[in-house]
């Protein structure tokens, strides 16, 4: 699926990691494990909030675009929109990272985790060493509620079969009127 917004990387480093790409799959490959698949306990919710704004409201608050994060496949089959990291300073053990996945031009579903700082610790980093899904989660959530954002952290799915089963019911009742 493509993304239902243009890219909103910054250019200069998008396209040297467009280029470098090949060259980080073979040291990601050689160092760790360069795919990572993002779990449900990641899941922040979902912001009913444009993918622009969305991204111009984390880099306003210290949120960095990750030029490294390039290989998170979400739960869902769908390429991610944007790699954002938080760190308290450029050298901190730890950051936060949030991927993002637009669904529409108004949905964008929050995936985060804490882990090791890659300018740090790029080994552990690159092996995901220490990964806390929960804990990520829940900072991110955190944050995003902090700063007035709405934030569904029903999943698609349980959304999905929430409206179904609330349609299902509108339907018996009104065969039994």
């Known amino acids: 699926m493509q993304s239902v917004v243009g890219t909103l990387e910054p250019n200069v480093p998008y396209r040297v990691r467009t280029r470098l790409g090949p060259l980080i799959t073979r040291l990601g490959r050689t160092l760790g494990q360069p795919e990572y698949r993002l779990r449900n306990t990641e899941y922040v919710g979902t912001v009913q909030q444009p993918l622009d704004e969305f991204t111009e409201t984390l880099q306003k608050h210290g949120f960095e675009w ?7 496949q979400p739960p869902v089959g769908v390429e991610p929109d944007g790699s954002w990291v938080y760190r308290r300073t450029v050298l901190a053990d730890r950051q ?18 804490e882990e090791y700082n890659w300018l740090r610790h790029p080994i552990k980093h690159f092996r995901q060493v220490g990964i806390k899904r929960k804990a990520g989660r829940s900072k991110m959530r955190q944050w995003i509620e902090s700063h007035g954002i709405e934030v569904d952290v029903n999943s698609r799915r349980r959304r999905w ?12 009742e009104s065969l039994i009127q």
Do not use: C, G, M, R
């Open 66 to 72: 990750d030029p490294l994060a390039w290989y998170h």
């Open 96 to 113: 936060i990272h949030v991927i993002l996945i637009a669904h529409s031009p108004e949905y964008i579903d929050v995936f985060a985790h």
């Open 161 to 172: 079969v929430t409206q179904a089963v609330k349609s299902l019911h509108k339907y018996l």
